[in-house]
């Protein structure tokens, strides 16, 4: 306590130097955060020690690294749970256990001489332990590929799959031959597991294994208590490999019932800092006196409209009656006051959607959608033949321009923001009506079920998404038209908006067909270009990630648009 | 009487199997499912979500689902959590001991009140104490739990500051009693006083009744004091509707509170279904679904039982 | 829950005679708790069906510029989240609330008699399989079944709300019914009516029927009340009425979020549902004591 850690000093100095870059590069268009972070560091150095409670009002329903689906996991995983390679804020892949990022450049990555298959090589830092005193070796990077592989419960095993086998020469070095050139490598092995603790388990037992509440790791913390419902304990791992950190002793993850009483807790000093505030939250709770960490994030707000008409085992082929029409899609759009709705209801701690990838190395540079001119939609809707009958709503050939939104249940914002939009498109004779449905049907994606998105039952739907560093899985699953889920390939794909364009397709071949950078990018540019063209996506706004802090936590980095706000727990530390 | 209880429980077998029928029936034609959850993931594939609905046992058909279950379930095995992947029987004895702890508390004073209370303003009946009382059962039987509690939270927790706001410690806290009752007192109130309300008036109820009885009316032509005929035969015949309440009140000790639960964040069973209910995690429902059943049957046999045992007047056939 | 249904105690069969109704009307009109409830209930009635007389304000449109206004002459009950009046919304959410609970007690009550009816009336193995579904029902905790209907027609319409209600709540009113036409089947008139050859159907609903009515009022008012709490509670836990058509308790979970920030919106939807829960419990106490002619004997003493 009290004691001043040169070596720890000259961390906190690199981490805020770090954020300082992600502030500079254009792909971050909030600074905001940094420099919050820098004014409220006191003068002298972090102080060692002390217990910091995170109010957090969802709740990791296990801690299985590669079963984690929720962001919440992550927020309680990245304190424990490390891997190979990370992505830094402005996008570039940094080394964590590996000593480098293998790049083509320096050997790491060759490519076979037909182009076909790779080997990628990854050297360990010597001296990393697990939290249990046990060495970190290549074996393990080994047995979590088998593990990913064979665990039947595995959430994502893309990339995995391509794998064909990983030799561990020695110790600290393992090779990964890949059977195809996979250029999202560096975003595979985010978390490894830990073999020692768990080569005695048979995969299909795994899940039944403590480790599902209690993982191993070798970052800053270790868990030792899992409460469900209640809290998840957090201590300091001693064989974290950076001497004098983490600067808490423990952390604790309080599972609270609602932001509302997370936020309450928060002023009344309960709790040192809450997870994810609502952007209409984060203003209220600035009053408060409470230090808010905005961090831009690659999440997009947005409503996707079905083009193909919503029947059962949709064909591909057939016109939706009313968003059939790229007029009427195209309306909704002018139609949509996205920058009212981020002024008014999330007090502008988001900024005005355009596209999917809204950042990181494959964000188009210039991509534009139709901004709010409800004079435009109204034109656009008259030239394109939807007349204004006696009630003011449009129809065309018999067809009344009624429609239904859908979103998830218990989401205010969202709600909000639909009861918005039903007065806005009732402006330009378009009839909409609400008919939300909890997230659990919304969000599956099941053939079999008869999920709504899959069946194209729906008009239109409001949800956000986030692709990773590395798009390719994301754009290919929902812009691809052989990924239309219809009745004709069993409902495989999760292109909902049933987009079906060549020109599309053909970038989406060309994205995944290389490792060249340049070239991936320029076909993502097209992607998006195109996916605007078609109208399928009204984009709402860029959603940040937002947390908040007691004045006193300081070392917070939040500048990581890829990672959750735990990212650098190492450095948080407590101030008098 | 031991045939009676017997023929009872064997009657409760068809029971609790039709009421496990039509729950996993209602189940599954829920659509969406738990897969839902994996939507988030960045990379996830429609093969991993087919593999993941194999594994789990999702894509066989509904009866062999059934089936399959029933037959783990009777012979003790339980399940697993499709979400959090823990044995079903775990999780809820992880929670059990939390719902006990409130409920129990909230059982325990809402008897030591409802008995003088119910007692008193029987015999004191249109007394202005009685009307007073009345009035006030009436009020809390008519208010909505969660807006109780929401009332209390907002008033003790964010005006006044007294109270936590939810949970069942202060995180971090060593064991701490001052500290555990502070987080009880509003959620173990919300439920109390709505219970209060109606424990109240039916004792009062079933005393009234008891007093209009003949052999009261016997016991006063007697000359014993009323007060003497109050203790003597009117309480020891409330003890009928006294056991009656305690007996159905054993379901409500493991089903918990659940609105209150979820206003308070209280980590018992009551949110460990609804968390399950949002995610369809059928193995925990399904489970919470036939105790509790089974417990409201149970109870509901203790009821008669104690009331064939206490009551002479009724036989049973 | 359980100890709810315990409260609503069973009146005995008893047959009545002509002067039967006039008498327990006289007895009602002495009740003055439910004579208050009756006019609370008039008043909020009429409140309900006459707001968009009454109010200037959309009960949906938001007005994103006159969000969570404190209460005031202009909004007696301050705005919500979205600017909205709240009184307004209150008073439109009490038709979508008195309407969903009436209308639940009225499937209730349709299905219960027909089940109660059949079971009494035919006994036998109609009377054992229908029976053992009214204890089946009976043994799942209400709320458990509640929240599995509300999430299998989750996101559906405000009649499958109806439905799923009233589904809940019909088992009471089908032991009632059976009980009382159980007792009365035996009884001299029916006898009678059956000698002069009278059919099942003219004797359930010319002598059975009415005879059984009494404690199908009382059960059906009373049941009001719970029906207006449950559907407060599920649309409270976002599986009921959806928004924006304003209900009192998808009111009540939006103001959740804000209760910190703006707790009028937290305080008055809930109190509108229990000034009418508590109107219409004392109406149906009062209607108990006046169809019970046991409550008068022990007044008379």
Redesign the interface.
């Given at each position: 306590m009290g004691l001043l850690h040169v070596r720890g000093l000259a961390a906190i100095v690199a981490a805020l130097t770090i954020v300082g870059t992600a502030c500079g590069a254009p792909s971050t268009p909030s600074g905001a955060s940094g420099a919050a972070a820098s004014a409220a560091t006191p003068a002298g150095g972090p102080i060692k020690g002390g217990t910091l409670v995170m109010a957090i009002w969802q709740e990791p329903a296990n801690l299985m690294p590669h079963y984690a689906n929720q962001t919440v996991q992550s927020v309680v995983l990245d304190a424990i749970v490390e891997g190979l390679v990370k992505t830094a804020a402005n996008g570039d892949y940094v080394p964590v256990l590996a000593k480098e990022l293998p790049t083509v450049g320096n050997g790491g990555v060759k490519v076979s001489a037909d182009g076909k298959t790779m080997d990628v090589t990854y050297h360990l830092r010597p001296g990393i332990k697990w939290s249990d005193g046990q060495p970190l070796t290549s074996a393990d990077v080994q047995f979590t590929w088998r593990t990913i592989m064979d665990d039947p419960k595995t959430a994502v095993r893309s990339g995995y799959d391509q794998i064909t086998g990983i030799d561990t020469p020695d110790d600290l070095t393992a090779v990964v031959h890949y059977k195809s050139v996979y250029a999202a490598y560096p975003t595979r092995f985010g978390r490894l597991l830990a073999k020692h603790a768990l080569q005695g388990i048979a995969p299909a037992e795994l899940s039944k294994s403590d480790y599902v509440r209690k993982p191993l790791g070798t970052g800053p913390f270790m868990i030792t208590d899992f409460k469900a419902g209640d809290s998840f304990t957090l201590v300091r791992n001693p064989y974290y490999r950076e001497a004098g950190k983490p600067y808490l002793d423990k952390v604790i993850f309080k599972s609270v019932p609602s932001s509302a009483v997370a936020i309450a807790q928060l002023k009344a000093g309960e709790v040192q800092a809450m997870w994810n505030l609502l952007e209409s939250e984060s203003a209220d709770v600035e009053k408060a006196g409470v230090h808010v960490v905005v961090t831009p994030g690659p999440s997009v707000e947005r409503i996707e409209f079905n083009t193909a008409e919503n029947k059962d085992g949709t064909d591909p082929n057939s016109k939706h009656p009313v968003l059939g029409d790229i007029n009427v899609r195209r309306a909704l759009i002018y139609a949509t006051p996205k920058q009212q709705i981020i002024d008014k209801l999330l007090y502008g701690k988001a900024t005005v959607g355009t596209t999917v990838l809204s950042t990181g190395w494959a964000a188009p540079k210039d991509v534009t959608q139709e901004g709010y001119d409800p004079k435009k939609a109204n034109e656009l809707l008259d030239q394109a033949g939807w007349v204004k009958g006696a009630d003011g709503i449009r129809s065309k050939n018999g067809v009344r321009a009624s429609l239904e939104i859908t979103t998830t249940t218990g989401n205010k914002t969202r709600e909000q923001v639909e009861q918005v939009l039903v007065e806005e498109w009732k402006q330009i004779g378009v009839e909409l009506k609400i008919q939300n449905i909890p997230s659990a049907v919304l969000l599956s994606a099941s053939w079999a079920a008869n999920d709504p998105r899959k069946k194209g039952s729906l008009d239109m739907w409001m949800y956000a998404s986030s692709p990773d560093i590395d798009p390719d899985s994301i754009i290919y699953e929902r812009y691809y038209s052989k990924k239309i889920p219809w009745s004709g390939n069993n409902g495989d794909g999760q292109n909902y908006t049933r987009v079906n364009n060549a020109e599309l397709d053909k970038a989406i071949e060309a994205s995944r067909s290389t490792l060249d950078f340049d070239k991936r990018k320029a076909a993502y540019d097209t992607v998006c270009k195109v996916l605007n063209q078609e109208a399928v996506i009204d984009w709402l706004y860029n959603r940040a990630d937002i947390n908040g802090f007691t004045k006193n936590v300081q070392g917070v980095g939040g500048g990581n648009p890829w990672r959750v706000l735990t990212d650098n727990i190492e450095d948080w530390w407590l101030s008098k | 009487m031991g045939r009676y209880v017997l023929r009872r429980l064997v009657q409760s077998v068809?029971?609790?199997l039709?009421?496990s029928v039509?729950?996993f029936a209602?189940?599954k034609?829920?659509?969406?499912?738990?897969?839902?959850?994996?939507?988030?993931?960045?990379?996830?594939?429609?093969?991993?979500?087919r593999?993941?609905?194999?594994?789990?046992g999702?894509?066989q058909p509904l009866p062999v689902q059934y089936v399959t279950w029933l037959g783990k379930f009777v012979t003790g095995d339980w399940g697993?959590?499709l979400?959090?992947?823990?044995?079903v029987l775990s999780?809820i004895l992880?929670?059990l001991p939390?719902t006990l702890y409130l409920m129990g508390t909230v059982f325990v004073a809402v008897l030591i009140l409802a008995i003088p209370i119910g007692t008193i303003t029987a015999v004191r009946q249109y007394s202005l104490l009685d009307h007073a009382v009345t009035?006030a059962t009436?009020?809390f039987?008519?208010?909505?739990?969660?807006?109780l509690g929401?009332?209390l939270?907002?008033v003790f927790?964010?005006d006044l500051?007294w109270l936590?706001?939810?949970?069942?410690a202060?995180?971090?806290l060593p064991f701490d009693l001052g500290d555990r009752i502070r987080h009880l007192i509003l959620p173990a109130t919300t439920i109390a006083l709505v219970?209060l309300g109606?424990?109240v008036?039916?004792l009062r109820?079933s005393m009234?009744?008891t007093i209009?009885l003949d052999y009261m009316r016997t016991a006063r032509a007697k000359g014993l004091a009323e007060s003497a005929i109050v203790i003597r035969h009117a309480l020891k015949n409330a003890a009928i509707p006294l056991v009656?309440?305690i007996a159905?009140?054993i379901?409500?000790l493991f089903?918990g509170a659940?609105?209150t639960e979820?206003?308070?964040?209280?980590?018992?069973i009551g949110?460990?279904?609804?968390?399950a209910?949002?995610?369809?995690d059928y193995p925990i429902?399904m489970a919470?679904?036939a105790v509790?059943?089974a417990l409201?049957?149970l109870?509901?046999l203790i009821a008669d039982v104690a009331y064939g045992y206490l009551d002479p007047r009724i036989r049973y056939a | 829950m359980a100890g709810q249904a315990v409260a609503v105690a069973v009146p005995p069969a008893v047959e009545r005679q002509r002067g039967q109704w006039r008498l327990a009307f006289e007895r009602f009109r002495a009740h003055r708790p439910a004579l208050a409830g009756i006019a609370v209930i008039a008043l909020l009635a009429f409140f309900v069906v006459a707001v968009p007389v009454l109010s200037p304000y959309d009960a949906e449109s938001p007005k994103l510029l006159e969000i969570f206004e404190p209460p005031s002459l202009a909004h007696p009950m301050g705005t919500d989240s979205l600017g909205r009046d709240l009184a307004t919304r209150i008073l439109y959410g009490g038709r979508v609330s008195l309407a969903v609970g009436l209308l639940a007690v009225a499937v209730a009550i349709t299905v219960g008699t027909l089940v109660g009816m059949t079971a009494g009336f035919y006994g036998g193995w109609v009377d054992t399989v229908l029976m053992r579904t009214v204890d089946l029902v009976y043994s799942i905790p209400s709320l458990f079944l509640l929240i599995l209907l509300g999430v299998y027609f989750r996101g559906l319409s405000v009649a499958a709300i109806i439905l799923v209600l009233g589904l809940l709540r019909w088992m009471t009113t089908a032991r009632l019914v059976r009980a009382q036409f159980l007792s009365l089947k035996e009884r001299e008139f029916v006898e009678a009516a059956r000698c002069v050859g009278a059919r099942d159907l003219r004797i359930i609903v010319r002598h059975l029927l009415p005879n059984s009515l009494a404690p199908i009022i009382v059960t059906a008012t009373l049941g009001v009340a719970g029906a207006i709490i449950a559907e407060s509670t599920l649309s409270f836990l976002g599986l009921g009425i959806q928004p924006p058509t304003p209900s009192w308790g998808n009111m009540l979970m939006d103001a959740t979020q804000d209760m910190e920030m703006a707790p009028w919106t937290a305080i008055f939807p809930g109190f509108f549902i229990f000034v009418a829960v508590v109107s219409i419990n004392f109406v149906g106490d009062g209607l108990r004591d006046a169809l019970d002619p046991r409550h008068v004997v022990r007044k008379e003493q």
């Open positions: - | 068809p029971l609790l039709g009421i039509i729950v209602i189940l034609a829920v659509p969406g499912g738990p897969l839902a959850l994996y939507e988030s993931t960045p990379g996830i594939t429609d093969e991993d979500i593999r993941l609905e194999h594994s789990f999702l894509d697993y959590s979400v959090q992947h823990q044995p999780l992880e929670r939390n009035g009436f009020a039987l008519s208010t909505p739990t969660f807006w929401l009332l939270i907002i927790g964010l500051r936590p706001l939810g949970g069942m202060t995180a971090g219970q109606a424990r008036r039916y109820a009234l009744e209009g009656t309440i159905l009140d379901p409500e089903i659940l609105v979820q206003i308070f964040g209280w980590p018992g949110r460990l279904f609804w968390d209910a949002t995610r369809t429902l919470v679904l509790s059943s409201v049957i109870g509901n | -």
